[in-house]
């Protein structure tokens, strides 16, 4: 039994376009289409696979773009555990300009919950047995879902012994943590908008990250600083986990690879930084591919190793 459930509130059919020049009023030709099944806590389900792990991937789905995401996960042979809503799935879409390397991205904000609908996969969560061990609920909250439903969950969670990681941003961001959160991921950017903190600092990032430990909100606190690598904020204080240099191809996926990263390096009995190392360097390995792939086990690893030889426990921040 996998000992990862993920939670994705607002899947999406991804769909990979490419063009040469994207340009105005004009027919643009692109090449074949790439789909794929996408959302946080989908994503994160996806590398978790490439990194030789498992997990359960709960989400809701509904019309024919539900289905296809559906097909989508059981050709990858990712575990489902589906709740169907009336309206339709959202389809994002992926522009990527080949003369320039470009991408651009449009997102929609998805199907309107009702409250049973949020109330069913709360429900699911609680009907899943064996427990996992973490519960990573990760992307935006659609429309219709409150936004504490990512409190609610940690109080949920806090019931069944579940540890949980959530990644998220705005309002909900803002919303999240208490009693049963274990472990909050946000970047820079979002951690320091929900402190309403212009001041973009290493010593104010810790100070924000720190907070969020201090009040109760997480016991874990990672932020994601791009090629910054990491800060961790725990009761111990903070310190940073340092990226390694790698050659540039896409950022997109990059975030959802470091929290599957993380999961997985937890759920098989890591150290917290060995398991933010590990998810920096699954992050650093998705930086290596190409437009919509994720992380690579081969890659990560090899990172993995070269920043254990580099860590030094004692580089804090505050």
Same mark, same amino acid.
């Given at each position: 039994? +996998?000992?990862?459930?993920?939670?994705?509130?607002?899947? $999406?059919?991804?769909?990979?376009?490419? %063009?040469?020049?994207?340009?105005?009023?004009?027919?643009?030709?692109?090449?074949?289409?790439?789909?794929?099944?996408?959302?946080?806590?989908?994503n994160v389900s996806?590398?978790?696979?490439?990194?030789?792990?498992?997990?359960?991937?709960?989400? +809701? $789905?509904?019309?024919?773009?539900?289905?296809?995401?559906?097909?989508?996960?059981?050709?990858?042979?990712?575990?489902?555990?589906?709740?169907?809503?009336?309206?339709?799935?959202?389809?994002?879409?992926?522009?990527?300009?080949?003369? %320039?390397?470009?991408?651009?991205?449009?997102?929609?904000?998805?199907?309107?919950?009702?409250?049973?609908?949020?109330?069913?996969?709360?429900?699911?969560?609680?009907?899943?047995? +064996?427990?996992?061990?973490?519960?990573?609920?990760?992307?935006?909250?659609?429309?219709?879902? +409150?936004?504490?439903?990512? *409190?609610?969950?940690? *109080?949920?969670?806090?019931?069944?012994?579940?540890?949980?990681?959530?990644?998220?941003?705005?309002?909900?961001?803002?919303?999240?943590?208490?009693?049963?959160?274990?472990?909050?991921?946000?970047?820079?950017?979002?951690?320091?908008?929900?402190?309403?903190?212009g001041e973009v600092?290493?010593?104010?990032?810790?100070? $924000?990250?720190?907070?969020?430990?201090?009040?109760?909100?997480?016991?874990?606190?990672?932020?994601? $600083?791009?090629?910054?690598?990491?800060?961790?904020?725990?009761?111990?204080?903070?310190?940073?986990?340092?990226?390694?240099?790698?050659?540039?191809?896409?950022?997109?996926?990059?975030?959802?690879?470091?929290?599957?990263?993380?999961?997985?390096?937890?759920?098989?009995?890591? %150290?917290?930084?060995?398991?933010?190392?590990?998810?920096?360097?699954?992050?650093?390995?998705?930086?290596?591919?190409?437009?919509?792939?994720?992380?690579?086990?081969?890659?990560?690893?090899?990172?993995?190793?070269?920043?254990?030889?580099?860590?030094?426990? *004692?580089?804090?921040?505050?």
């Amino acid at each position: 039994m +996998p000992s990862i459930l993920t939670l994705t509130m607002n899947p $999406a059919l991804d769909v990979f376009l490419e %063009t040469p020049r994207l340009k105005p009023n004009g027919k643009l030709r692109c090449a074949k289409p790439v789909y794929l099944a996408g959302g946080g806590g989908i994503n994160v389900s996806r590398a978790i696979r490439r990194l030789r792990g498992n997990s359960i991937a709960l989400f +809701p $789905a509904g019309g024919a773009v539900g289905n296809r995401l559906i097909e989508l996960l059981a050709r990858e042979t990712i575990a489902m555990n589906v709740v169907r809503i009336a309206e339709e799935t959202r389809e994002n879409v992926n522009v990527i300009e080949s003369e %320039t390397s470009l991408e651009y991205r449009f997102i929609v904000p998805g199907p309107q919950l009702g409250i049973e609908e949020w109330r069913q996969l709360l429900a699911a969560v609680r009907a899943v047995m +064996p427990r996992p061990d973490y519960l990573v609920a990760s992307g935006t909250l659609p429309p219709g879902a +409150p936004v504490d439903f990512y *409190a609610r969950l940690g *109080a949920l969670c806090n019931d069944l012994g579940i540890r949980l990681i959530v990644d998220t941003s705005g309002e909900a961001l803002r919303h999240t943590g208490g009693k049963g959160t274990f472990l909050m991921k946000p970047n820079v950017g979002e951690l320091m908008a929900a402190a309403g903190d212009g001041e973009v600092s290493d010593a104010a990032i810790a100070s $924000a990250a720190q907070s969020l430990v201090d009040t109760g909100r997480s016991e874990v606190v990672v932020v994601s $600083a791009g090629s910054g690598g990491a800060l961790v904020a725990d009761r111990h204080g903070t310190r940073r986990i340092v990226s390694p240099v790698v050659p540039i191809g896409s950022r997109v996926g990059a975030g959802d690879s470091m929290v599957a990263g993380i999961a997985v390096a937890l759920a098989n009995g890591s %150290t917290l930084d060995d398991a933010v190392m590990f998810g920096v360097a699954a992050g650093s390995a998705a930086v290596m591919t190409h437009h919509h792939e994720l992380c690579r086990f081969d890659d990560t690893m090899r990172l993995f190793n070269e920043l254990r030889q580099r860590y030094t426990p *004692a580089a804090k921040i505050a």
